[in-house]
Nanobody
Framework: VQLVESGGGLVKAGGSLTLSCAASGVILGINSMGWYRQAPGNQREFVAVVTSSGSTSYGDSVKGRFTISRDNGKSTVYLRMGSLKPEDTAVYYC???????????????WGQGTLVTVSS
């Protein structure tokens, strides 16, 4: 199984950007899908998560600016980022808990990361 992110890039402060993450491989189901980020010199930080039921949760620093959503048919999670700030600059990582076994066993997967740079 693997997660492949796309959509990172350079954007000016106040702008918006949408990240995508698609899961592939032998997947029987997807529990949660979410995003983390890591800025240079910082620890990896929780950004947002969406559960299989559609419940969402956000980190305090992005509440009200970012929106997470998922398309179960495409095994894809999206992160719509708005009102971007220079401090949002980081490598954004997709994370998912995937059901990979017939008895419900799961795999916690990470994407390779996509860089988002917000200029002032």
């Amino acid at each position: 199984v693997q997660l492949v992110e796309s959509g990172g890039g350079l954007v000016k402060a106040g702008g918006s950007l949408t990240l995508s993450c698609a899961a592939s491989g032998v997947i029987l189901g997807i529990n949660s899908m979410g995003w983390y980020r890591q800025a240079p010199g910082n620890q990896r930080e929780f950004v947002a998560v969406v559960t299989s039921s559609g419940s969402t949760s956000y980190g305090d620093s992005v509440k009200g600016r970012f929106t997470i959503s998922r398309d179960n048919g495409k095994s894809t999670v999206y992160l719509r980022m708005g009102s971007l700030k220079p401090e949002d600059t980081a490598v954004y990582y997709c994370n998912a808990e995937l059901v990979t076994g017939l008895r419900g066993s799961t795999t916690n997967a990470w994407g390779q990361g996509t860089l988002v740079t917000v200029s002032s």
